[in-house]
Structure formats: structure tokens, C-alpha cells
């Protein structure tokens, strides 16, 4: 229900766009309530938060990225954008779209998506 696209192989100091279309069923009408992130996961490493944007439109980037990278939104088209530039070999890694909202009820909804890999080397 979520997939991404966008990854590639890029030189240190490009850019890279990648995409995640929320186009599934559970996603049509009520994209807008769930809080979207972009998460990486390079080999031995753990899954790390690189950018979140929340429903209200809030944005948080971790620190590595801050500045670089800009997470995007599109409630219409049922999108989630995150455009990466002056990338670096250490950006290297697989990258996950996921979707998350709790209700107040304490239900946890959390999706993800099966990853795009970005490369970046020369």
C-alpha cells in the first residue's frame, strides 16, 4: 500500500528525489490524518528516522540531513515527497516510506513500503 521510487545511483554532491505514492485502498480518503516519514536503513545499522511530516504539516529532519534534505506532502495526489541533494557516501542506503497514525483509542495504524535503495558514489 505504500511504494516507493526514486532511488538510483548518484556522485557525491547530486540529488536525488524520491517518491512514495500512499495510492492504496486503506490510504484513499484519509492520507491526510497519517503522519508521513521517510526512514534509511544502511547494512549493520539499525533503521533511523531521516525526515518526518506530519499531519498538521510540521516537519522534523535528524540532524545528518538537516538542511539537505526536504520532506514533502501531497494530500490530493496521495503523496510523499522527499527531495535529497548534496547527497554523500554515507546517505547510502536502502530508503523506506511509512505511514503512522494513533487514535485516541490507543489503535496504531503503521505501514511501510518496501524500500528504494539510494546509492552515492563516484
Known amino acids: 500500500q505504500l511504494k516507493e521510487s526514486g532511488g538510483g545511483l548518484v556522485q557525491p554532491g547530486g540529488s536525488l528525489r524520491l517518491s512514495c505514492d500512499a495510492s492504496?485502498?486503506?490510504?484513499?480518503?484519509?492520507?491526510?490524518?497519517?503522519?508521513m516519514a521517510w526512514y534509511r536503513q544502511s547494512p549493520g545499522k539499525q533503521r533511523e528516522l531521516v525526515a518526518l511530516?506530519?499531519?498538521?504539516?510540521?516537519?522534523t529532519y535528524s540532524d545528518s540531513v538537516q538542511g539537505r534534505f526536504t520532506i514533502s506532502r501531497d494530500n490530493a495526489k496521495n503523496t510523499v515527497d522527499l527531495e535529497m541533494n548534496s547527497l554523500k557516501p554515507e546517505d547510502t542506503a536502502v530508503y523506506y516510506c511509512?505511514?503512522?497514525?494513533?487514535?485516541?483509542?490507543?489503535?496504531?495504524?503503521?505501514?511501510w513500503g518496501q524500500g528504494t535503495q539510494v546509492t552515492v558514489s563516484s
Open positions: 511509512n505511514a503512522e497514525k494513533t487514535l485516541s483509542s490507543g489503535t496504531k495504524y503503521d505501514y
Open positions: 492504496g485502498s486503506v490510504f484513499f480518503t484519509i492520507f491526510s490524518i497519517f503522519h
Open positions: 511530516i506530519k499531519s498538521d504539516g510540521n516537519t
